[in-house]
């Protein structure tokens, strides 16, 4: 009660079922609806943004299908840069291995040349001996794949050229690609996906008006059901705010405030677009004495009105109060006599439905409960404990007597016990 965000909450569940029930519908529409919102936010932004992420998204796209990236061209880009940046080495390599070969080098006979010898040898004897015969087959094998290899490097060496141009157009090209890794990605593929992503964006800013058609149009309908449902919760709520002031002032003045009013303040709030909780703004007023206007509530209230506005209260929401249990402090401020019976009946009544925990000074209060709670301080070691026990019956007898005259006197203790009967009995 002294949270004034929660009095529109205690005002809909007095209202009831039906209420809470287009309150839940409300709800669904204000999300519905800045659901929306958020997505046309998304869509639209700030119009100058939306042209500068344009422009660069149509920047990137060109700078990217400008340089007709291929998927495995750094890795054959690298192999040609390797290629021609060494060309001497492997001119100079080749060379000399194919005339090892198959010219002959240095005023000796060529590999191939003395393979074929050898072969030549070996086949003019093998006929004495069978073994010689593989030897000489094994050899013109060898023979055979080393002209294959001299054959391929003659191929290789007249490809290779030393063109500074070639090389030059391969490094501005590796220069590229390696720029727009650094943009872009991490790879030439990864630069390639960029593009194909920032493409899909592009399309959807460029077709972006009819789905903003679209959203707007569900906006203005949510808006519309929203409102529709919002004036029909206001409705209720001032006819709760009515009701729930003329009850509460008869509660209260059946607790020993026969002046009090409770009233709540139902007040449109300033902020238009659909909120959860309706369109409305709740506060309590309260006011104690006659002749005055009921001022806030969380203002004016003392502890022991609370108290009791609280125990009003609850007992008029007792059957939509999710709360499980309830604590009362001070509630007997004032009272005594009819008016304290009627405050524990209430207590009582209410304590049928849910656990009530009450702090009382009352014997004909306290006497109303099932279970009593003895707190006491003691002091241990220059140390102060609070302690809590559970009052046997006997126990139960003597602390109301106590309560009754401060003495327990026979009297008193007889008292006790016809107040507890009922619940010694039970």
């Not at 030439?188 to 679209?214: C, D, H, P, Q």
Request: charged share 25%.
């Amino acid at each position: 009660m002294l949270q004034v965000a929660k009095h529109r909450e205690v005002l809909d569940r007095f209202a009831g079922p039906q209420t809470l029930e287009l309150l839940d519908k409300i709800f669904d529409v204000a999300k519905a609806y800045r659901q929306t919102e958020a997505k046309l936010k998304a869509l639209i932004g700030d119009g100058r943004e939306q042209q500068r992420r344009l422009e660069m998204l149509r920047f990137q796209l060109d700078e990217i299908a400008a340089a007709a990236l291929q998927p495995d061209e750094e890795a054959d880009l690298l192999v040609t840069r390797k290629r021609l940046s060494n060309y001497e080495r492997l001119h100079n390599a080749v060379s000399k291995a194919y005339a090892l070969l198959y010219q002959g080098s240095n005023g000796l006979p060529a590999v191939s040349d003395q393979l074929a010898e050898a072969v030549t040898e070996l086949m003019h004897v093998e006929r004495y001996d069978q073994e010689l015969s593989t030897w000489s087959k094994t050899l013109q094998e060898a023979l055979y794949n080393i002209e294959d290899i001299a054959r391929s490097l003659r191929v290789y060496q007249e490809s290779l050229t030393h063109d500074a141009g070639a090389l030059q157009k391969v490094e501005q090209r590796l220069d590229l690609l390696n720029r727009l890794k650094r943009k872009y990605a991490d790879s030439v593929e990864g630069v390639i996906a960029y593009s194909k992503t920032v493409a899909e964006e592009i399309m959807r800013i460029e077709n972006s008006a009819e789905l903003v058609a679209s959203l707007q149009a569900d906006l203005a309908k949510q808006a519309a059901i929203y409102h529709t449902f919002a004036v029909q919760l206001s409705e209720q709520r001032q006819q709760a705010a009515q009701a729930l002031r003329q009850q509460m002032g008869e509660q209260l003045a059946d607790l020993g405030l026969p002046h009090a009013v409770l009233a709540p303040e139902v007040r449109t709030a300033a902020e238009s677009k659909p909120h959860p909780m309706g369109q409305d703004e709740v506060e309590f007023m309260f006011n104690a004495n006659p002749g005055e206007t009921p001022k806030q509530l969380i203002k004016v209230i003392s502890g022991g009105e609370m108290s009791r506005v609280m125990l009003a209260l609850k007992t008029l929401l007792a059957e939509n109060d999710p709360v499980e249990t309830l604590i009362f402090d001070e509630i007997d401020s004032g009272l005594g006599g009819r008016l304290a019976l009627a405050v524990g009946e209430k207590l009582r009544e209410l304590a049928t439905s849910r656990q009530v925990i009450c702090v009382s000074h009352l014997a004909s209060i306290a006497a109303m409960a099932d279970q009593h709670l003895f707190i006491s301080k003691e002091i241990e070691e220059a140390a102060t404990y609070t302690k809590v026990r559970v009052l046997e019956e006997q126990e139960r007898v003597v602390e109301i007597a106590r309560m009754l005259d401060g003495q327990m006197s026979e009297i008193a203790l007889e008292h006790a016990r016809e107040l507890l009967k009922p619940k010694l009995n039970g």
